[in-house]
């Protein structure tokens, strides 16, 4: 039976704005949250809506299911000398030169999902307007079955900035388990506007009933909660975690059959003052027997999740990182069965470039170097093959090329328009409005209109500075 957002209001806390300083790895004892990977469990909030509806298979070259799990803030050094990750490491091929986009988390969950992480440098509150595409785009128009799942999100397609419960380590009290900063595809008006798509990103409940039913899409996206990811934990933790969950899965068909792919990764290093190399791993069912237990040196970054999942399955492209020549590399046993040429870079090449700077990259989601959404690359060629991908009502005039010198927000005292929370969400399965304000603040800096038909929405710029309109117009 499904939980009522009200009956999980009254057992958590829904904090609307912005959360403190990130918590610091912690001492705590593993506790598993569920009896088994396939149960169900109230320490992973709502009960689930049932399960997920997909349609067929759609065949792809190499992989029929493509599954990311990403964990946190860990040197490749770190992840490398756990046993654990050790002992997974003999089951697929290890990434030894994949490497995240930036700092901090927030930006790469972002470039995962759209190819580009907008210049954003912080973890805040962020929600990307619906003409800005994403991958969930792609697989639509092949009709590839996707979903999202988070563990310890209250209800499906929530879009709240974080979510407090119950302390199921400690045993009493609340806990911060869910961010919405770890949950790519919310962050896309796109995806969470529209009432369909918003209700495929789910929680482990949901999980369960999916595992159960042979129901998991062909595309997924996975994310632990706060403690078991390793935010507030450390590598040790993720380790029970894993041989709690992760290795009995496995070992179920019905999840990772001969036709899986599964990655794991991490959104970043915990040091910032190296590049941002991390430690990844692809394995499951569909990898290539001669593969496992051997390592890749190929050159790699998140823009290759999406360039390889393009070249699996003939689609189109972003026509942004993951058309990147310089940072779209497909992995090789898939660019291998497509026919897909990858630029060379290996190893420890002075041709790899600094993937650790943060704060200075401007970009829609920079007030300190604010410049308007551009288009993406209409002429780009994706690994797939396909068109470019262009949002309804997309501004093709406004090109990288053609953008407008950085504005600095901050020192005006605005924030970028895109830090305002649009105010709608799914607290019983269908969309509602809320007053929430802005979480941070910047209500000055920008105005959404929202139509309440799904899908649709009006943004009108309300700020124009040196002449820059900040917030492009959707014509609808």
Same mark, same amino acid.
């Given at each position: ?119 954003? !440098?912080?973890?805040? *509150? ?5 003409? +800005?595409?994403?991958?969930? &785009?792609?697989? $639509?128009?092949?009709? %590839? ?105 496995? !070992?179920?068909?019905? *999840? ?5 792919? +599964?990655?794991?990764?991490? &959104?970043?290093? $915990?040091?910032?003052? %190296? ?202």
């Amino acid at each position: 039976m499904k939980m009522t957002a009200r009956a999980l209001l009254a057992a958590g806390t829904l904090l609307a704005h912005a959360a403190g300083p990130a918590r610091a790895a912690t001492a705590q004892v593993f506790s598993p949250p569920a009896s088994s990977y396939d149960a169900e469990s109230a320490n992973y909030t709502g009960a689930s809506n049932g399960t997920l509806q997909n349609g067929p298979v759609v065949p792809g070259k190499v992989f029929d299911r493509f599954v990311q799990i990403w964990f946190e803030n860990t040197d490749f050094e770190t992840a490398a000398s756990s046993p654990t990750f050790q002992n997974l490491s003999q089951q697929g091929v290890l990434f030894t030169s994949y490497y995240a986009m930036t700092h901090p988390s927030e930006p790469n969950y972002i470039a995962v999902a759209g190819g580009d992480f907008f210049g954003n !440098a912080v973890d805040d *509150f962020r929600a990307i307007p619906m003409n +800005i595409s994403s991958i969930v &785009d792609l697989l $639509e128009q092949k009709n %590839i079955s996707w979903a999202s799942y988070q563990e310890s999100m209250p209800y499906d397609g929530f879009t709240g900035y974080n979510y407090t419960s119950f302390d199921y380590i400690a045993g009493s009290g609340d806990y911060t388990y869910y961010v919405r900063k770890h949950n790519p595809l919310i962050i896309f008006d796109s995806v969470s506007n529209v009432t369909d798509r918003a209700l495929r990103i789910r929680n482990f409940n949901d999980f369960a009933r999916d595992v159960n039913a042979s129901a998991i899409p062909q595309w997924s996206f996975i994310t632990p909660n706060l403690v078991n990811d390793g935010h507030d934990t450390d590598i040790d933790f993720v380790s029970q975690w894993i041989q709690f969950w992760l290795n009995p899965i496995l !070992a179920d068909t019905r *999840f990772n059959d001969n036709r899986t792919i +599964i990655l794991l990764t991490f &959104d970043e290093t $915990e040091t910032y003052s %190296i590049n941002n190399r991390i430690w990844t791993l692809a394995l499951g069912g569909g990898l290539p027997a001669q593969l496992k237990n051997t390592t890749d040196d190929t050159f790699y970054t998140h823009y290759s999740c999406l360039s390889t999942v393009e070249a699996n399955w003939g689609l189109g492209s972003l026509g942004r990182g993951d058309t990147n020549a310089s940072l779209n590399n497909v992995f090789e046993f898939v660019a291998n069965v497509t026919g897909w040429k990858n630029n060379g870079v290996s190893g420890s090449s002075p041709d790899i470039p600094l993937l650790n700077i943060t704060g200075t990259i401007p970009g829609p989601l920079n007030p300190e170097y604010y410049v308007p959404f551009s288009a993406p690359n209409t002429s780009a060629v994706g690994a797939g093959g396909g068109p470019v991908f262009q949002g309804p009502g997309l501004n093709t005039a406004l090109t990288a090329a053609s953008q407008p010198a950085p504005v600095n927000l901050t020192a005006k005292g605005l924030d970028t328009p895109w830090a305002q929370n649009p105010g709608y969400d799914y607290p019983d399965g269908t969309q509602v409005y809320t007053s929430t304000p802005s979480p941070t603040g910047s209500a000055s800096a920008g105005t959404r209109s929202w139509t309440r038909g799904e899908g649709r929405v009006a943004m009108v710029p309300a700020l124009a500075l040196l002449g820059l309109v900040v917030g492009p117009l959707l014509v609808l």
